[in-house]
């Protein structure tokens, strides 16, 4: 099952690669290409990173739909993707006055691409099913959701691998191979 979820990983990394060469993104309601570049910028990032940056961006839309609101924040139906800057440890929102790093929000269920709550961040709040079809290795999982509130971890053919504990929860090292769908309730 790991070996199928790698090979559309593989896919979404050619897709990655293709949009890290020539893409120049896409724009949103709320901001352009150039607003988000500058936004890079007082980052810190240099003009590569930039690209990588956007590249990951447009990895994440392609997979799960979305708009891109940020240099490194999309919002999805019913929740948030945010990444982590190239060469930082954990997402933080770039938007955000201070810029400061983002815990997981309360009523939501936070994926993270790293163990110990690092890497990218995925936070969901709505009750339905998210597609995971790029999340494998070891990363993290936040439940704060509403107390007592359970998530349910799925794998390729909806069989339940893992229904958290109810909210308040965490693991701190958690294996995203198996799981193919979230649905935080």
């Not at 593989?10 to 990655?16: D, F, K, P, R």
Request: hydrophobic residues 40%; positive net charge; aromatic residues 10%.
């Amino acid at each position: 099952m790991a070996l199928r979820k790698l090979a559309a990983m593989t896919v979404a990394a050619t897709a990655l690669a293709g949009s890290l060469i020539g893409a120049t993104g896409t724009a949103s309601a709320t901001g352009t290409q150039q607003d988000f570049a500058a936004q890079a910028k007082t980052a810190g990032l240099t003009v590569s990173q930039t690209k990588e940056l956007q590249g990951r961006v447009d990895g994440y839309l392609k997979a799960l739909g979305g708009e891109q609101v940020a240099a490194n924040k999309i919002e999805i139906e019913g929740g948030t993707v945010l990444l982590a800057l190239p060469g930082e440890e954990r997402a933080r929102d770039l938007k955000a006055k201070d810029a400061k790093f983002v815990d997981c929000p309360y009523e939501n269920f936070c994926m993270f691409r790293g163990t110990y709550y690092t890497g990218d961040q995925m936070n969901l709040y709505n009750c339905r099913n998210y597609g995971l079809t790029n999340w494998v290795g070891n990363g993290s999982w936040w439940n704060r959701q509403t107390p007592g509130t359970q998530a349910r971890l799925l794998g390729q053919s909806g069989n339940l691998v893992t229904l958290t504990a109810g909210a308040e929860s965490w693991q701190a090292v958690y294996n995203w191979d198996p799981i193919w769908t979230v649905r935080p309730c």
